[in-house]
């Protein structure tokens, strides 16, 4: 387990003396959500009704802009393959990658989403319910894409077919965390969308740890 | 490999010995004109009970006929996204190459199906939904399965060295196994436009026999006709792949 701490601590480090690389991906998030008002128009009603699409759209596509170097830099200087012939189990390794980029990318992204929120003019329980939504459902994010990100790493076109690949396994996370929002802002129970966020979430640790591990090997073959 | 020689030298038949690109070549090659000949005798019964021998329905009138081809194209990408999913894990487990030609041959058909089943799905809803597309639940995960199968076929498709491609598609491929089971409950899950389902194996289907005769009979039509389709398919990457081996430069179809 110190091993997990230890790459999750390595993985911050080296963002926090490179920030821009994840001050980017959070720029984006804040960009694209802001187009939105811009392009429709500032009816607000029409925007509270589309904030907590926009908002998880926004999400998705920037946690895919910050899987790109996830494993790439890794890959290329050899550290990959260093840590796949450690003792240390590797899943448990490719796990503490996963989370430190949850921690960097996604973490970030809660935290921002009720400064969007406002500007879409959501009320309190909703912003409340969109956190709550974001936490369950950004480490998914991360777990699903880490493995669209081992099985392009290195390939040709690897970025635009990251999203091919990932973005329809996103669709389920969309789809309840969304709905989990827009439930709150018509005054309906949330707990249903919560519950099937949360079995996802525990499917994808359950599984997308090994699957991601079992790519890289591919990769570094 | 020890289970293979014990089980060639008894008196069974070796399914094991199938799996050399070698050996399923010629048996393909064999199988190929039955699958095709099945294929086109369920399509005729087939069309002509959709056609001439089901009855008009009482609230869609002749316009649900096109239900013949939409529902068996449906099961049929699922069928096949499933039977993708199998061979890529046997490909996985065994380490077989012929396994992972099998997933590669199957998902162009596949992607086929799923498309031909939003396109007659389209065309079914327009007269009787007065809409083109609904973002009903159904639909939308027959486009996710379309999608899934364009992306196993594009990761296939920009990885150069065939085993790693073989390998990392098939790992796509069981992460997405997971969203089939999902189209098929999202009948019960998400409560919408679209019908229930009205074909199940609890209770009596809601359909009169002949229009479930058709449907079953055309199912056959589409499941012959992937069959015979992949065979043809897994031939071509077979000779593709194994062009520098000596059986396939020996081939009598070749040197002519």
């Known amino acids: 387990m110190n091993a997990f701490f230890a790459i999750i601590h390595r993985e911050v480090l080296l963002v926090l003396r490179r920030k821009s690389e994840a001050l980017t991906v959070l720029f984006f998030f804040l960009i694209v959500t802001s187009l939105f008002p811009l392009g429709i128009g500032a009816d607000v009603a029409l925007l509270r009704k589309i904030a907590p699409g926009v908002i ?23 550290t990959l393959e260093q840590m796949a012939l450690s003792p240390t189990p590797f899943v448990l390794l490719v796990g503490g990658k996963i989370t430190a980029h949850w921690l960097l990318c996604g973490l970030p992204l809660v935290f921002l989403a009720p400064f969007i ?105 | 490999m020890n289970i293979m020689h014990s089980s060639s030298s008894g008196r069974y038949l070796n399914w094991f010995s199938f799996s050399s690109p070698a050996t399923f070549y010629p048996l393909a090659a064999r199988l190929t004109p039955f699958f095709w000949g099945l ?73 086929l199906m799923a498309f031909l089943s939003l396109w007659t799905g389209a065309f079914w809803g327009k007269p009787m939904w007065g809409a083109w597309w609904v973002w009903d639940a159904r639909l939308t995960s027959e486009l996710i399965l379309l999608f899934l199968f364009l992306g196993f076929m594009a990761l296939q498709a920009s990885i150069d060295d065939p085993r790693r491609a073989d390998k990392a598609g098939a790992i796509l491929a069981l992460v997405g196994v997971v969203n089939v089971p999902i189209i098929y409950f999202s009948v019960t899950w998400w409560n919408t436009l679209h019908q229930g389902a009205s074909v199940s194996m609890s209770k009596a289907p809601a359909m009169a026999h002949t229009m479930l005769w058709g449907m079953l009979l055309m199912t ?37």
């Open chain 1, 117 to 221: 929120g406002i500007q879409f003019d959501l009320d309190l329980e909703t912003l409340r319910t969109l956190i709550l939504a974001l936490l369950l459902g950004t480490p998914i994010l991360s777990l699903i894409g880490a493995i669209g990100a081992a099985l392009t790493l290195g390939v040709r076109g690897g970025g635009v077919l990251l999203s091919l690949l990932v973005l329809p396994l996103y669709i389920p996370v969309l789809i309840f965390g969304a709905g989990a929002v827009f439930a709150t802002s018509a005054g309906l129970d949330v707990g249903g969308h919560f519950s099937l966020l949360a079995a996802l979430l525990v499917l994808a640790i359950a599984f997308a740890p090994w699957a991601t591990t079992a790519a890289l090997r591919i990769a570094i073959e």
């Open chain 2, 39 to 111: 294929s086109i005798l369920f399509g005729i019964v087939g069309l002509w009970i959709s056609f001439f021998v089901a009855p008009a329905d009482a609230v869609q009138g002749d316009g649900y006929r096109i239900i013949f081809i939409h529902v068996p194209a449906s099961w049929m990408s699922m069928v096949i996204y499933m039977a993708m999913a199998m061979w890529a894990a046997l490909g996985l487990i065994f380490n077989t190459r012929l396994s992972a030609m099998m997933a590669q041959a199957l998902a162009p058909t596949g992607a």
């Open chain 2, 220 to 256: 056959m039509c589409f499941w012959m006709y992937t069959i015979a389709l992949a065979l043809m398919r897994v031939r071509a990457i077979i000779l593709e792949r194994e062009s520098h081996s000596d059986w396939v430069k020996t081939l009598k179809e070749l040197r002519a």
């Open chain 1, 56 to 78: 998880w759209v926004a999400a998705l596509l920037s946690t895919i802009l910050g899987l790109q170097r996830l494993f790439a830099s890794d890959y290329a200087d050899g």
